[in-house]
T-cell receptor, first 111, second 113 residues
Framework: QKEVEQNSGPLSVPEGAIASLNCTYSDRGSQSFFWYRQYSGKSPELIMFIYSNGDKEDGRFTAQLNKASQYVSLLIRDSQPSDSATYLCAVNMYSNYQLIWGAGTKLIIKP | EAQVTQNPRYLITVTGKKLTVTCSQNMNHEYMSWYRQDPGLGLRQIYYSMNVEVTDKGDVPEGYKVSRKEKRNFPLILESPSPNQTSLYFC????????????FGNGTRLTVT
């Protein structure tokens, strides 16, 4: 079982709709969770981070964390074509404090 | 401007010719790390450093060396590059280990022929 799992996609969403990206993790002791966006050939850029159970909102982005079920999700409201990218989930492992990365979900926003 | 600077952005070299990819950050971050990214394999950690003079192997350290003699710099050294090290490399830094977001450099695309 991979330590951090994401659906590779592609996930196709109409412009203006809500895109929902999911990530599950195996380490129950994990405390820090990050979502990065990566355009092809570019470096990952931080979208959001979340440490506590529940929702965290920043503009059109909402991160949701459920530690009991070991998943973290990212919602993108009013999706724009510029949101088309690969979204990477990263989870801090309690055992050695290193970040473990998911393989990423490719998101395509269709005009 | 707070940033992580990698050089060079593109590098084409031949098998066996030693090379160094430089990485520098101006944010006084304790933690620095090198990743490689290959299609279908995601980001894989090569080496990391939790502070000056402290370095540790990541998931794919074979064929690479690093040093952390000063806080701001974390060069990646390929003593004898091979074609299987052709990849996109990223340097990243964060304030602390684990709970701080990583800031990435712009990447170095390396081709070894």
């Amino acid at each position: 079982q991979k330590e951090v799992e994401q659906n590779s996609g592609p996930l196709s969403v109409p412009e203006g709709a809500i895109a929902s990206l999911n990530c599950t993790y195996s380490d129950r002791g994990s405390q820090s969770f990050f979502w990065y966006r990566q355009y092809s050939g570019k470096s990952p850029e931080l979208i959001m981070f979340i440490y506590s159970n529940g929702d965290k909102e920043d503009g059109r982005f909402t991160a949701q964390l459920n530690k009991a079920s070991q998943y973290v999700s990212l919602l993108i409201r009013d999706s724009q074509p510029s949101d088309s990218a690969t979204y990477l989930c990263a989870v801090n492992m309690y055992s050695n404090y290193q970040l473990i990365w998911g393989a990423g979900t490719k998101l395509i926003i269709k005009p | 401007e707070a940033q992580v600077t990698q050089n060079p952005r593109y590098l084409i070299t031949v098998t066996g010719k030693k090379l160094t990819v430089t990485c520098s950050q101006n944010m006084n971050h304790e933690y620095m790390s090198w990743y490689r990214q290959d299609p279908g394999l995601g980001l894989r950690q090569i080496y990391y450093s939790m502070n000056v003079e402290v370095t540790d192997k990541g998931d794919v350290p074979e064929g690479y060396k690093v040093s952390r003699k000063e806080k701001r710099n974390f060069p990646l050294i390929l003593e004898s590059p091979s074609p299987n090290q052709t990849s996109l490399y990223f340097c990243a830094s964060s304030l602390r280990t684990g709970d701080s977001p990583l800031h990435f450099g712009n990447g170095t695309r390396l081709t070894v022929t």
